[in-house]
C-alpha cells in the first residue's frame, strides 16, 4: 500500500509569512497527526484528527498555527505569520484508529526553514 | 508529564558487532507503550520495535531486541550484527495506556549511529 504523503518536501520563508502544508495519509486510516521536529529533538505532536474531528491540539500555538482535515482523509497545516523559532521538519502521521495498538505511519516530513 | 531521555546524542559501531542505545523514561503511569523508531536521512520515521509495558518479556524483532527494566524506567535497544543501513537517528517514545484519546507519543532527543564498514 502507498505510504504516508506529504507536500512540499522543503520551503523556505521569511518570518511574517505565510506557509501550508499538506499530507495525505494510508488510504483507510481514520487517525491523522501532525508532529513537529525541531533540529536536534525528537517530534512532539501538534494536532491529532480523527477523521475530520480534532481529538488534540493541546499542543497547538493556535494564534498561529491551524489545521483543518475537511473529508476525513487529506489535511492541510498552516502557519500564519511565521516565526524563526518555527524552523523545524513538520511530520505528519496516520494510523487505522486511535488507540494504543495502532501503529503511526510516518510520512518523509516537510522541512521548513524560516529567514 | 511522562518524559523520555536518550543519554547517548551520538554512537558509533563496527559493521556486523553488536550496540545498545539507552533510554530512560519518567511516569507514573503503570500501563503504557514503549517504542524505538528509526529514522534514516530520508526523514522517514520507521517502527523498529515495540513493548507492552505489562508484558514481562522482552520484545524482539529479528536483529533488534530490548532490554525492558520497568522498576528501573529503563528500554534499551539491542542491534545485533549491525548493518550499514542501521545508520540512521534512533528514537525512544512513550505512550500512555489511557484509552482511546491519549495518544501523545513523547519522544526522546534521539541517539545518532553511524556504522563502520
Known amino acids: 500500500e502507498a505510504g504516508v504523503a506529504q507536500s512540499p518536501r522543503y520551503k523556505i520563508i521569511e518570518k511574517r509569512q505565510s506557509v501550508a502544508f499538506w499530507c495525505n495519509p494510508i488510504s483507510g486510516h481514520a487517525t491523522l497527526y501532525w508532529y513537529q521536529q525541531i533540529l536536534g529533538q525528537g517530534p512532539k505532536l501538534l494536532i491529532q484528527?480523527?477523521?475530520?474531528?480534532?481529538?488534540?491540539d493541546s499542543q497547538l500555538p493556535k494564534d498561529r498555527f491551524s489545521a483543518e482535515r475537511l473529508k476525513g482523509v487529506d489535511s492541510t497545516l498552516k502557519i500564519q505569520p511565521a516565526k524563526l523559532e518555527d524552523s523545524a521538519v513538520y511530520l505528519c502521521?496516520?494510523?487505522?484508529?486511535?488507540?494504543?495498538?495502532?501503529?503511526?505511519?510516518f510520512g518523509p516530513g516537510t522541512r521548513l526553514t524560516v529567514l | 508529564a511522562q518524559t523520555v531521555t536518550q543519554s547517548q546524542p551520538e554512537m558509533s559501531v563496527q559493521e556486523a558487532e553488536t550496540v545498545t542505545l539507552s533510554c530512560t523514561y519518567d511516569t507514573s503511569e503503570s500501563d503504557y507503550y514503549l517504542f524505538w523508531y528509526k529514522q534514516p536521512p530520508s526523514r522517514q520515521m520507521i517502527l523498529v520495535i515495540r513493548q507492552e509495558a505489562y508484558k514481562q518479556q522482552n520484545a524482539t524483532e529479528n536483529r533488534f531486541s530490548v532490554n525492558f527494566q520497568k522498576a528501573a524506567k529503563s528500554f534499551s535497544l539491542k542491534i545485533s550484527d549491525s548493518q550499514l543501513g542501521d545508520a540512521a537517528m534512533y528514537f525512544c517514545?512513550?505512550?500512555?495506556?489511557?484509552?482511546?484519546?491519549?495518544?501523545?507519543?513523547?519522544f526522546g532527543a534521539g541517539t545518532r549511529l553511524t556504522v563502520k564498514p
Open positions: 502521521a496516520s494510523s487505522r484508529g486511535q488507540g494504543n495498538i495502532n501503529e503511526q505511519f
Open positions: 517514545a512513550y505512550r500512555s495506556w489511557g484509552g482511546d484519546n491519549n495518544n501523545d507519543m513523547r
Open positions: 484528527f480523527q477523521n475530520n474531528g480534532v481529538v488534540d
